[in-house]
């Protein structure tokens, strides 16, 4: 709950003048706090602690896996500080006769700590957005800004700093026994000290400003992430198109080469060697390759020998390949191309096909990384919105809160927005799952799984026999 929500010292009026009745409260205490709250909470522990296995065995040599380990870390401290706040809100121990108030308890030990890990899995998530938006910007020199050392030292400043900014709410509030007017007796309860009355202000306004600048700054980074990337869809579109021209304007050169450096536009045969015993050669180049075939002229005037050049893609230098030796034992004018050759040849089509299919892979690359991102930041935008929302109300009404007018609509609106965060902190694991190889590949042999292309295939094996005919 917010810091500057709750007015602990002050004994809960009547709910006479609140829309929500106490007993309609108290179902959805039961239904949002003890039901749901609880066991998403559950849930999201058992799946952070996954994430985290996960990532500690993939390694933490790309700085994204740093950044992501962290924000398992962060969501799982948010959803135990949770379910203790669910614990204590239970409407069964709060009206039972105890001897410490487990509504200013949980807010002392565990809602303010949930605070603080929600807001720092928020700025996690802004890190890492602005890392996929300079990935897109200057891809380059990324690498070296963005790297697993820098993401490390940004992690630890961002779970320091919000660590710290508890501080205030530590010197102002502490335990002690605590007079109950409308119990007429004493329980344990949360006091002000000393600096209450001068870190109040500080405390709601540090909390209000914490809570609108997380949100302002992943909506911002989102923007940014999506006007990037969409920009670069469109100059890689371009970039492949003016590429799979100059490709097919340069095969078009050198067929035009070719058929005029051989009679009647058509290369000859070839063999391993030639009528004098000289063998033919094959040069390959990275990327595709040169042929060159020397004949010569036999004493009877037919053409034996020429030479016939394919040009090649790039200019990178020859690299000589290792040949067979030469088969002299069968001799003739009908020759055959070497299979080194007519395997290394690429066809106009195919060499236009491998370009286009490069650049399609890199762009497809980029559509995992950002829809992952963007996911993730969606996830956390829609379950932050909530408690945003309510802070805005008890900054705007000054009875909306712990001790006010609107006591009751203030448990069922902070009730929900505990579900939403606990939804967001749990549901993680299957953008991971679904849109990283990598995770879903470690996640599977955690669980001891085959992969879906595994079982697929076996499925196929089960029902095939050694003769291919299907078994019954």
């Known amino acids: 709950m917010a810091a500057n929500a709750l007015d602990l010292t002050t004994v809960v009026p009547p709910g006479s003048a609140d829309p929500v009745s106490d007993h309609m409260r108290d179902i959805f205490m039961y ?70 108030s487990p509504t200013e308890l949980q807010y002392l030990v565990g809602g303010i700590q949930h605070v603080r890990f929600v807001r720092i899995t ?53 335990l002690g026994w605590k007079f109950y007017k409308a119990e007429n007796r004493s329980r344990i309860g949360v006091l002000p000290t000393q600096y209450s009355g001068l870190l109040r202000n ?9 809570q609108f600048l997380s949100l302002i700054a992943i909506l911002t980074s989102n923007c940014l992430l999506v006007l990037f990337f969409k920009k670069k869809v469109i100059r890689r579109g371009i970039n492949s198109v003016n590429r799979t021209t100059s490709t097919k304007q340069t095969i078009r050169k ?85 299979a080194e050759c007519e395997a290394n040849t690429l066809s106009p089509a195919r060499q236009t096909v491998t ?19 963007l996911l993730l930041s969606a996830i956390f935008i829609i379950t932050y919105l909530p408690s945003t929302i309510c802070l805005a109300l008890v900054t705007s009404m000054s009875g909306f809160r712990t001790g ?3 006591y009751n609509s203030f448990m069922v609106a902070y009730s929900f927005s505990f579900v939403f965060e606990a939804i967001g902190a749990s549901v993680n694991i299957f953008p991971y799952y679904f849109l990283s190889t990598n995770f879903r ?5 955690i669980l001891h799984r085959r992969s879906r292309r595994v079982m697929n295939v076996a499925k196929i094996n089960v029902g095939l026999g050694d003769n291919g005919r299907s078994e019954v």
């Open 254 to 338: 050198g067929h035009n080469l070719r058929a005029s450096a051989v009679p009647n536009g058509r290369l000859p045969a070839f063999s391993s060697s030639s009528q004098n015993g000289s063998p033919s050669t094959c040069n390959r180049r990275e990327g595709n390759e040169t042929l060159n075939a020397n004949l010569e002229v036999s004493p009877s005037g037919s053409l034996t020998s020429t030479t016939a050049n394919i040009p090649s893609l790039s200019d990178q230098t020859d690299r000589p390949i290792d040949r067979a030796q030469p088969d002299t034992s069968r001799a003739g004018s009908n020759l055959s191309v070497p």
């Open 202 to 210: 500080t405390n709601a306004v540090l909390n209000l400003l914490l």
């Open 441 to 445: 590949q470690a996640l599977d042999r």
């Open 31 to 100: 239904i949002n706090f003890v039901t749901l709250g609880t066991l998403i909470g559950i849930f999201g522990i058992v799946t952070n602690i996954f994430n985290i296995i996960v990532y500690k065995r993939l390694g933490f040599k790309v700085s994204t896996h740093v950044t992501l380990f962290a924000m398992s870390i962060s969501d799982l401290a948010s959803l135990i500080t949770l379910i203790w706040t669910c614990m204590c809100l239970n409407p069964a121990l709060t009206s039972a006769s105890l001897d410490f």
């Open 355 to 373: 370009i286009d299919a490069s650049v399609q892979a890199l762009v497809n690359r980029d559509k995992r990384m950002s829809r992952l991102i």
């Open 122 to 174: 928020c700025w996690l998530t802004v890190w890492v957005t602005i890392e996929r938006c300079m990935c897109l910007v200057i891809p380059v020199k990324v690498k070296s800004i963005f790297t697993p050392k820098s993401s490390t030292i940004a992690a630890t400043v961002i779970f320091a700093f919000f660590l710290l900014s508890q501080i205030p709410n530590a010197l102002s509030l502490k």
């Open 404 to 406: 006010g007018r609107y």
